[in-house]
T-cell receptor, first 111, second 111 residues
Framework: EADIYQTPRYLVIGTGKKITLECSQTMGHDKMYWYQQDPGMELHLIHYSYGVNSTEKGDLSSESTVSRIRTEHFPLTLESARPSHTSQYLC??????????FGPGTRLTVT | DAKTTQPPSMDCAEGRAANLPCNHSTISGNEYVYWYRQIHSQGPQYIIHGLKNNETNEMASLIITEDRKSSTLILPHATLRDTAVYYCIVGSTGANSKLTFGKGITLSVRP
């Protein structure tokens, strides 16, 4: 079983608030990813990292930012949340093998 | 990365084999075929991958045609818990490779 965690699992927050979605893994994986998924729609890669101090933007433009100061943590931040940010955010990691391990996701609702 | 084409949905009876097709006619020589599934908006779960030989694990079998332009994921004895969206993805295995999820195919297993 993969050890990748996301908190919070659910978040309802007002417009304009700053939020940070946490993602951590205990497998020592170098590569980590953030995906955004609207209900019933496909996953879109919004950020990824190949290791400490490495961050890249994904295929879908996002107003969020990420950081990778430690191998095990890859938090995602929204400086000013808006209703258009309402979505599910999924974190994943990958080691030397072929498999990406996904966390349970954070369902974000901005009112 | 090469793109894949999957039917939007299919169903099968519980206990029967589920054969999920995928077309990837533009696959290049170093690209693998990966299958993931997502149960009710949970984080996607890796199922299996292959390059050109057929592969089998405890979850499923992957049959890749000789020209590698299409493949079939086989769940030998589908259960109700196999109801999910199944994603066929083509990509390389390089250290900096990324997965691009499409719409997938929704498999409904009926009692």
């Amino acid at each position: 079983e993969a050890d990748i965690y996301q908190t919070p699992r659910y978040l309802v927050i007002g417009t304009g608030k700053k939020i940070t979605l946490e993602c951590s893994q205990t497998m020592g994986h170098d590569k980590m990813y953030w995906y955004q998924q609207d209900p019933g729609m496909e996953l879109h890669l919004i950020h990824y990292s190949y290791g400490v101090n490495s961050t890249e933007k994904g295929d879908l433009s996002s107003e969020s930012t990420v950081s990778r100061i430690r191998t095990e943590h890859f938090p995602l931040t929204l400086e000013s949340a808006r209703p258009s940010h309402t979505s599910q955010y999924l974190c994943a990691s990958r080691g030397q093998g072929y498999e990406q391990y996904f966390g349970p996701g954070t369902r974000l609702t901005v009112t | 990365d090469a793109k894949t084409t999957q039917p939007p949905s299919m169903d099968c009876a519980e206990g029967r084999a589920a054969n999920l097709p995928c077309n990837h006619s533009t696959i290049s020589g170093n690209e693998y075929v990966y299958w993931y599934r997502q149960i009710h908006s949970q984080g996607p779960q890796y199922i299996i991958h292959g390059l050109k030989n057929n592969e089998t694990n405890e979850m499923a079998s992957l049959i890749i045609t000789e020209d590698r332009k299409s493949s079939t994921l086989i769940l030998p004895h589908a259960t109700l818990r196999d109801t999910a969206v199944y994603y066929c993805i083509v990509g390389s295995t390089g250290a900096n490779s990324k997965l691009t999820f499409g719409k997938g195919i929704t498999l409904s297993v009926r009692p």
